[in-house]
């Protein structure tokens, strides 16, 4: 299985101030037709995971524009370029490319 | 607006079943799969299986293969999700997501609120 390591695990961040999550994949995510499935979730606190971001830089409808994905083959990052409250939450990247698809460690984002 | 709608919360005792259902709306079930994921208390995201609304294909992960049986019903945009021989260490929340039709690849679109079970004695 392709194994997904996120980092930092927690990220105690000043609000207004930019966040920066990291992960890496055991192999590349590049798909047979050129996309790379490279997708970034958020859990708020008490609720279901909602997907951010998906094939590595693409925002889903109504995600705020500071949030940004980036990265291509094994290295990704997720960027919030000003943390607001709501931003509190576990985020986790995971890999569709392969079978089985996996999910990483999850950053706990939090204010300080 | 597209919904995935899970079954309430179970308590199961030990080698028990549960079944837990996914109703789907705002979108044309058969043009999707399902996917199912857990998360037990204080954990991270496991990927479960998988199945197509299209064609009834069925991906299942490996540790839960021979318990798992995942199945849809199109009439009703339904999707189950049923796990047998209970232990302690299934207990978990377990989510539905909507995700790709033929399993290439998976995206999880679009998420279930989540069914709590609890495995106890």
């Known amino acids: 299985d392709v194994v997904m390591t996120q980092s930092p695990l927690s990220l105690p961040v000043t609000l207004g101030q930019p966040a920066s999550i990291s992960c890496r994949s055991s192999?590349?995510?590049?798909?047979?037709?050129?996309?790379?499935?490279l997708t970034w979730f958020q859990q708020r606190p008490g609720q279901s995971p909602r997907r951010l971001i998906y094939?590595?830089?693409n925002r889903d409808s109504g995600v705020p524009d500071r949030f940004s994905g980036s990265g291509s083959g094994t290295d990704f990052t997720l960027k919030i370029s000003r943390v607001e409250a709501e931003d509190v939450g576990v985020y986790y990247c995971m890999q569709g490319t392969h079978w089985p698809p996996t999910f990483g460690q999850g950053t706990k984002v939090e204010i300080k | 607006q597209v919904q995935l709608v899970q079954s309430g919360a179970e308590v199961k005792k030990p080698g028990a079943s549960v079944k837990v259902s996914c109703k789907a709306s705002g979108y044309t079930f058969t043009n999707y799969g399902i996917s199912w994921v857990r998360q037990a208390p204080g954990q991270g995201l496991e990927w479960m299986g998988w199945i197509s609304a299209y064609n009834g294909n069925t991906n299942y992960a490996q540790k839960l293969q021979g318990r798992v049986t995942m199945t849809t019903d199109t009439s009703t945009s339904t999707a189950y999700m049923e796990l047998r021989s209970l232990r302690s260490d299934d207990t978990a929340v377990y989510y539905c997501a909507r995700d790709e039709p033929f399993g290439y690849f998976y995206y999880m679109d679009v998420w279930g609120k989540g069914t709590t079970v609890t495995v106890s004695s």
């Open positions: 094939k590595v830089s």
């Open positions: 192999q590349s995510l590049v798909y047979s037709d050129g996309n790379t499935y």
